[in-house]
């Protein structure tokens, strides 16, 4: 299968940069200007690293 850049793949590769950087999904839904959160939440995803890093928060 041939991968080829679309435009559209910037705005997921932005929300989940923004949720690897700690912003909240609310925020990360404005900046998209997404009227509902589900869609950004289809947009923004949390690697390994992102999940470590928010359960670590619990123990502190």
């Given at each position: ?29 404005e900046l998209l200007g997404h ?21 670590d928060k619990l123990k502190n």
């Open positions: 299968m041939d991968a080829e850049f679309k435009l559209h793949s910037l705005r997921h590769t932005f929300a989940t940069n923004l949720v690897s950087a700690g912003i909240d999904i609310l925020s990360v839904k009227q509902d959160i589900r869609t950004s939440m289809v947009y923004a995803k949390a690697d390994t690293e992102t999940l470590r890093r928010a359960v």
